[in-house]
């Protein structure tokens, strides 16, 4: 990977110097190249490293430890998860990768007091995928719960807006122990990142708003998560009725107000499947056959 810039941010504290040509940097005597992959990636000057001080030079944390989040940051490759695609087969993940920050500052530290060095290797290590092929087998077939309900195929805006806060929840794994909360997952929903104007429901009254429409999805998951068994931990109705769903069964949500949260009590992980198409949307839960029994709520 060739990252030309480690980086523009650090001009601002004169950490590194970024060559007028990054292809082919110039390197001074009183610097360190930074190497990665066989490609340079930055130069440092010691110097410019160093704290004003007389004697032996002694490294600027402050600027070391900028210069480290930087570097990281550019070298970071997230990971995979493995998910089922819309045919029922399983995509692997795959593995990510990270700067190995604890043997880069050996690496560093030991190049920036020898004089005769000027080169240090930065080091990264493998970063795995949370959900691999492995762990979709076991928990895709053993069904705990499921919801649909149905949206009028007209408003493009308002279905478009379901199938993108859908697909965001979709092929999520909750594992035991943690707490799944919507607003968390799905991001805010701006134009940015896709979402639409659409009809919405503030204080009673119809409005439009960017991402009106997903309130549908957090309310087909809440009665999947419910006929699952799952425990409900925050979840508010609208302040008025909504048609796709029986009264009092909506999960409301708003990214700077309410959010719909669950609880995975179970000693398994949980998968979230869901999918908007033609005019309806579906919701399904499923987990580990060891998991023999669903403890039902008391209605």
Known sequence: MFISTVL???LATSSVTQPKHPVQ??????????VQNGQTIAIVERQKFSL???????????????????????????????????????????????????LFKEYFYRAFFDRNASKVIVPT????????????????????????????HSNASRIHN?????????????????????NSVVGKRTSKRGYEKAPVIIKGELSEGVGGGIC?????????????GLTIVQRFSHSRRVPYVPKGRDATVSWYGPDFRFYNHYG????????AYGSSMAV????????????RRKK
């Open 25 to 34: 940097p110039v390197q001074t005597k009183d610097s360190i190249t930074l």
């Open 216 to 228: 549908q999805v957090s309310s087909t998951l809440f009665n999947a998560a419910d006929a699952a």
């Open 284 to 295: 399904w839960i499923t987990t580990s056959e060891a998991v023999k029994k669903v403890p």
């Open 125 to 152: 290590r493998l970063t795995y995928p949370k959900v691999d092929s492995e762990l979709l087998s076991t928990i895709r077939s053993n069904q705990l719960g499921r919801y649909m309900t149905y949206f009028n």
């Open 8 to 10: 523009s941010l650090l």
């Open 268 to 275: 398994q992980p949980i998968l979230i499947r869901a999918k």
């Open 52 to 102: 004003p001080l007389p004697g032996t030079p002694i490294v600027s944390s402050e600027k070391y430890n900028a210069f480290l989040k930087q570097l990281r940051d550019q070298l970071y490759i997230a990971p995979k998860n493995a998910r089922i695609d819309a045919y029922g087969r399983i995509v692997p993940g795959a593995y990510g990768s990270t700067l190995n920050a604890p």
């Open 162 to 182: 379901i199938s993108l806060a859908a697909k965001a929840i979709d092929n999520h794994v909750v594992f035991p122990g943690e707490t799944f909360s919507f």
